[in-house]
């Protein structure tokens, strides 16, 4: 049985971390910032053996229960401090330390030299810890806290590069969008505290989140005002899982180093959103419209996202747009009832993505660009990330026995068995993102491992125009060093096993069928002609990139005349950019709202300002002749004005 | 005495001409307050009084007026001398008139319950079946509540009601008018004797009807004159008692006062010795009912408790006394330091 | 000895001050009425201690003694304005070769 003290180690480890660098390393020790990285991995490190440890605890013993601790008190409303340990957490913790850990060793090899290295260790580890923070959270303010800390992590590591223009933009885009979302939660949040007495009557803490799912069995909470709040649950987590049409600071936020992406996208900041929906799943189950709206918007950008990620010329980008896919993906099983195969999704997921943005980055090493227009051929180059960004590819597309297959199945067999008009739609929807996905992670595939090689970042440096450095050698094709392949290939085991191994439809190994889905208390089979078929279209996906980009190497335009119209679309991301910029914030914010304010701050604010000063100006004069610099006369007034308040009182009493 | 030397001084503080003198003067209406803080049972703040104005305050002024004697020309008044009276004058005349206005005798928390207090004592009682006794809250409305009373008061009122319950049982036969105060009238002397635990002890607020009821029902048992002296000596805790009669109970004591009204209960064989009924030893177990709350709690000790406030619940500002005196002495070194 | 007739005398004592403070011109004699008024206070405090019990004291007995406390404060208080004021009387002496407080009119810009 694993103590309370160890699981808060777990989350006060990297807290601790981030603390001695920013406090002690990067201020006095900033030469020697090998330190920051060894504090970090050592501290990440502990914490995910404590995690493992808490995982075999949970799986022992079931959810281990701690009583929370009292933070503060008003009147009915008690905010505590606690910690839930329930499989989900142990799971969310394996995987948040886990690929924590796999992605601050890569970092040792991709951020060296980078003058801000103690800095970026940091605030990985603030990063790290704020998630799991999030993750072991038993109160809704505490929950919202760390969820805030991630958001202002993750402004931070995408900013990190913050001299370039576009990174900054990048993080205050990332930033702003997602707080929309939050709104939403915040909203969700105050009115969980407006129903305090409701709750307190009841035994219950509005707050805890154990409590709220007590209370909504109870009947405290119900009809439209459960669905609104839970749609401001989801706002929360559309933000920060980046679901259509909140999903456009994702793809921006590549802008940050490629490990961070890794870690954005595969146990952070993404994961978080859909880590909510699952938190709350039994108050969001209980609202029928809310979970139709959330399988809708979860299928929606699912097959929108693929379509985008179909064209993207930015190897980042193109699984920057399959990440918010695979969310689609979560939330659209979250939304048709698919716990289980919700998280195990989420779980694998975070392997094999994780994986494929740390071959993103290995190969943004060698060429020194993201532009899969300039790659190519790096196959004979870095034959290991070669290898390993094909395993994750193929468990990306699904293909069997990778774990991308069964998680994806699950979710596919669930919304097929769903038997409603929503589920169907979600089925469809999410069955044709299906080959895209395996089209548009083999053409990415195949334009950066294959063919020859197109000169890298010299080369595109050459064709925008910008003078190239005499004797500057930006490219140096060959395999990344070691502590970059390492990380990477024990992701790719994971990869591998972790879907036909944790989750198996039959006993296997002397692991029981199914074991995953127990173990989170749910059911999740595959229907194995579906998965025949997903298999095929997945196939036919990976063909189809074949023919289009390995056997004749039409590029850069290779589609005829057609689908150039859908082709440019695409590219400009369905305008949607432009769309929200232009249309909602310019037009309609900057220019309805902030006229109208711009209005009202000049002609009424403004007068009014100058009112108060003229007439006080004017007042002033005449009470500085009172201001006779004599002490005495000061105490006879104020004795006056005792005097004349007392007065008042008492004509206020005989009356 | 005191109080006279103490204005007479302070009027010479301010009106004799020579500062010296007036100087003198001050410190005489300090030793004054010290001696109002000794009647007044604060010996701890007399003593703090005397070391520190008499002491260390008086001599820093007798210095700054040696200091600056050349310069003296007495103690002139000023041009605000209209106002200078007049205004005092109001003040006082408003204060005075607050002092005397202000029914100190009730204690704070003794006055009538709100309603929404009386609402709430009424529910409890309710609640727990005992609803009769709703009037006489009302009625009695035993003055204050204790702190807890939202919680407490139920209790109280509960634990109150079934101990003189039993008592009145157990002591019924000892009643002589056990015919004429029925059980209906128990529940009167339960009434009567809803008794609220209030700062620090136990006030009690007889039902006028079953005081009348039962003075008739009682005979006083003769007391000699010398016991009557003794009863209202001058440091005995009870005042102005001219017969004693028998509670319900046989181990009390009802005393009555000149007015006829019941003013105290005792417990006689309490060996205190403060008292001597018929050559027993008598204690007084409760204070007056409806009357000045005189005399301090015995559990707080003066001294002891004020070192135990400062370290307890005035640490802070204490601490931020001490800050302030050495920002002063800093500052006074600053504004004196010869430049 | 009557709460009414300490709180008048309390109230007498805190009126000469206040006199003595608007109304002389010795700056030594205005500093002595300030400690006249606050010995008024004093006595106020300690007579509300000693006759005016807080409410909730079964609960934390110390309570009874909360007016002594506030005495206790006030006299340290006393005691840094004393020696400030005096302290500010010798610079203004030092500075004007006076001590008449109606010439210090320095807070007049």
Known sequence: ?655 | MLSAAGVGGALGVVLVRDVFRAALLLVLVFMTVAGLFVLMSAEFLAVVQLLIYVGAVAILIVFAIMLTREVQQGNLPNRLQLPAVVLPALLLAALIYVALDTDWNQQPGLDVASTGQQQLIQERLDVRGLGWATEAVQSNTVGGLPADWEDGVGRHIQERIDENLAIAEEHRANLRTSEAIDYETDAQILQAELIFLEQGRLVARLHPAFAEEFMEATEPTPLSEDLISALNAPDSPVQDVVEIRPKVQEDRWWLVGSDGDLKYSVVPGEATGILSVDGQSVSVENFPVLNVFEGRYEGAEERTGIGDLLINDYVLPFEVAAVLLLATIIGALVITRDR | MDLERLLILSAILFCIGLYGTMARRNAITVLMSLELMFNAVNVAMVAFAKYIVPTGVQDHLGRLLTGQMFVVFIITVAAAEIALGLAIVIALYRNRETVDITEASLMRR
């Open chain 1, 1 to 655: 049985m694993i103590q309370e003290a160890a699981v808060w180690a777990i989350f006060l480890l990297p807290l601790g971390s981030f603390v001695a660098i920013a406090l002690v390393i990067r201020p006095f020790l900033n030469r020697f910032s090998g330190l920051a990285a060894l504090t970090t991995i050592t501290t990440i490190g502990a914490s995910f053996a404590l995690s493992l440890v808490a995982l075999g605890s949970v799986i022992d013993n079931g959810e281990v229960l701690f009583a929370p601790h009292e933070w503060l008190s008003l009147g009915a409303l008690q905010i505590n401090l606690g910690i839930i340990l329930d499989p989900l957490t142990s799971i969310m913790l394996v995987v948040v330390t886990g690929v924590s850990l796999m992605v601050q060793v890569y970092s040792l090899g991709y951020m060296r030299g980078d003058p801000g290295f103690a800095r970026y260790y940091a605030l990985m580890s603030l990063f790290t810890a704020s998630m799991i923070g999030l993750v072991i959270a038993s109160n809704v303010v505490q929950l919202y806290v760390f969820w805030e800390l991630v958001g202002v992590c993750s402004y931070l590591l995408i900013g990190f590069w913050f001299t370039r223009p576009a990174a900054a933009a990048a993080a205050k885009k990332a930033f702003v969008v997602t707080r929309i979302g939050d709104l939403g939660f915040l909203i969700a949040i105050l009115y969980l505290f407006f129903n305090t007495a409701a709750f307190a009557e009841n035994g219950l803490n509005a707050l805890e989140i154990a409590d709220i799912s007590a209370g909504v069995q109870l009947g405290l909470l119900g009809g439209t005002a459960l669905t609104l709040m839970v749609m401001g649950i989801f706002a929360g987590a559309m933000g920060k899982s980046a679901q259509f049409p909140l999903h456009i600071w994702l793809p921006d936020a590549m802008e940050g180093p490629t490990p961070v992406s890794s870690l954005i996208h595969a146990a952070t900041m993404v994961a978080a959103g859909v880590f909510l929906i699952a938190r709350f799943f039994p108050v969001v189950e209980a609202s029928v419209h809310a979970m139709q709206i959330i399988a809708l918007v979860g299928a929606i950008t699912a097959i929108f996202a693929a379509t985008m990620g179909l064209v993207m010329n930015d190897i980042k980008r193109v699984l920057a747009y399959s990440t918010i896919s695979q969310l689609g993906y979560m939330v659209a099983a979250l939304g048709v009832g698919a716990y289980v195969p919700a998280i195990f999704h989420l779980f694998t997921h975070a392997f094999f993505k994780a994986l494929l943005f740390m071959g993103a980055g290995s190969v943004n090493h060698a060429s020194g660009t993201f532009d899969m227009r300039y790659m190519g051929g790096l196959r004979k180059y870095m034959p290991w990330t070669y290898m390993l960004v094909l395993i994750g590819s193929l468990s990306l597309a699904g293909i069997f026995p990778l774990s991308g297959f069964w998680s994806k199945d699950e979710i596919l067999a669930h919304a097929w068995g769903g038997g409603s008009t929503v589920d169907t739609v979600v089925f469809w929807l999410l069955f044709a993102a299906v080959p895209m996905t395996a089209f548009y992670i083999f053409r990415m595939v195949f334009m950066t491992f294959h063919g020859e090689f197109r000169g890298g970042v010299e080369a595109e440096e050459q064709d925008a125009g910008i003078p190239s450095h005499q004797g500057e050698h930006k490219v140096h094709l060959a395999e990344s060093p070691w502590v970059m392949v390492l990380p990477m290939g024990l992701l790719a085991v994971a990869s591998v096993v972790a879907g036909g191994l944790v989750n198996p439809v039959v006993d296997i190994l002397g692991i029981p069928a199914h074991w995953f889905a127990d173990f989170l208390g749910g059911k999740s089979d595959i229907i194995l002609s579906l998965a025949g078929l997903s298999l095929a279209v997945a196939v036919l996906g990976i063909g189809t990139a074949v023919f289009l980009f390995l056997v004749p190497n039409l590029l850069p335009g290779p589609l005829g005349a057609p689908f150039r119209l859908a082709h440019h679309l695409l590219s400009r991301k369905y305008y949607m950019d432009e769309l929200l910029e232009g249309g909602v914030t310019r037009r309609g914010f900057y220019g309805v709202g902030g006229g109208s304010l711009d209005w009202m701050d000049r002609k009424i604010i403004d007068n009014f300002a100058e009112t108060i000063g003229w007439s006080s100006m004017n007042f002033g004069r005449v009470v500085a002749l009172l201001q006779t610099g004599q002490a005495q006369g000061y105490v006879l007034i104020v004795t006056l004005g005792a005097i004349v308040i007392g007065g008042v009182f008492f004509a206020f009493m005989w009356t």
